[in-house]
């Protein structure tokens, strides 16, 4: 095989109270990419659509994942890469993270698969590292591994999958403004309250046991978030109009998506879903803001080869 299309999705990370550990795969949504071998050694993007990123492979989340592997693998050949960006970059649904794995999910069927998921979600964590000076995984895990995951430990990396319950659907909101990671990981404090942190990690431990037991009101009660969302809600436009009307349609749940200004909502059942979108739509059409609403199931293959 010399030659590779691959889905690579949008994910949902933090999972409002699980930031930075928290996150599952979104299946509607996502990017495309060709990755070939070439005979001439190191990593080469020779086209990118969508949006204007980086060609050199330093600069680029997708280039800088593929180093990583392409040092550690050491072949004799080189990689091409064709990115056909859908997410926007700054949206909060993991467009850096979509890049970072695509090239390395690619790359690994290409060299005959010598990496487990754990080990291309490391590669990719060096790529996503680009984007938000900081090396994290709750978006790149989802999308390696499909349906809800927990980064356990990074240092050494250990991703739990968590059980999808059945049913559920995520309703996202994207605003069309851009925040950037690193921006929005800077209005955070560096010390929270021991009440919030207890709140806090309650609720985590509750999410995943109603994720394992597909308890649909403790998931509710459970996703709320007391340490940052009080401080990125104020980047995001009529974030609590949103979240009032989602949660009065009947949504499971609402949060912002990883970084923003994207907000998530979980619902049970299709119809739900619909009924949730169509609100917060209706929320938003009076703000002027250009926006884009996206239904989609939990994507629990994660990303493929098309
Ligand atoms: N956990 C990350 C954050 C996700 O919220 O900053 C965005 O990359």
Not at 76 to 86: P, Q, R, S, W
Not at 230 to 244: E, G, K, M, T
Not at 283 to 299: A, C, D, L
Request: aromatic share 8%; net charge negative; glycine share 8%.
């Amino acid at each position: 095989m010399k030659e590779l299309k691959i889905f690579s999705p949008a994910t949902v990370a933090n999972v409002s109270c699980g930031f930075d550990v928290l996150g599952f795969c979104l299946d509607s949504i996502g990017d495309e990419m060709v990755i070939r071998k070439t005979d001439k050694k190191g990593i080469y993007i020779t086209k990118i659509e969508g949006y204007d990123l980086p060609f050199e492979a330093e600069n680029n989340v997708a280039g800088v994942s593929a180093l990583a592997m392409l040092n550690d693998a050491k072949p004799d050949f080189g990689f091409e890469i064709e990115i056909y960006k859908n997410i926007k970059p700054g949206s909060g649904i993991g467009s850096s993270s979509a890049s970072a794995v695509g090239s390395v999910f690619a790359m690994n069927e290409l060299l005959g698969k010598p990496y487990n998921k754990t080990e291309l979600t490391n590669f990719a964590m060096k790529g996503e590292a680009l984007a938000s000076q900081c090396e994290h995984a709750d978006n790149i895990a989802p999308a390696v591994f499909g349906g809800f995951t927990l980064v356990k430990s990074v240092t050494p990396l250990e991703i739990l999958q968590l059980p999808t319950p059945k049913d559920i659907y995520a309703v996202i909101i994207h605003p069309q403004i851009e925040i950037k990671t690193a921006e929005a990981r800077a209005i955070l404090p560096k010390e929270i309250p021991l009440k919030s942190a207890i709140t806090q990690w309650s609720n985590v431990g509750s999410l995943v046991h109603a994720l394992h037991t597909s308890d649909y009101e403790l998931l509710s009660k459970s996703l709320t978030d007391v340490v940052v969302e009080p401080y990125r809600s104020q980047l995001i436009p009529h974030f609590n109009a949103v979240r009032q009307s989602a949660l009065e349609s009947g949504a499971i749940g609402c949060g912002i998506s990883g970084s923003g200004p994207s907000i998530f909502n979980l619902c049970h059942g299709k119809e739900r879903a619909n009924q949730v979108a169509q609100a917060i739509k209706n929320v938003y059409s009076k703000t002027g803001i250009p926006f884009e609403v996206y239904i989609s199931e939990i994507n629990t293959q994660g990303i493929k080869i098309l």
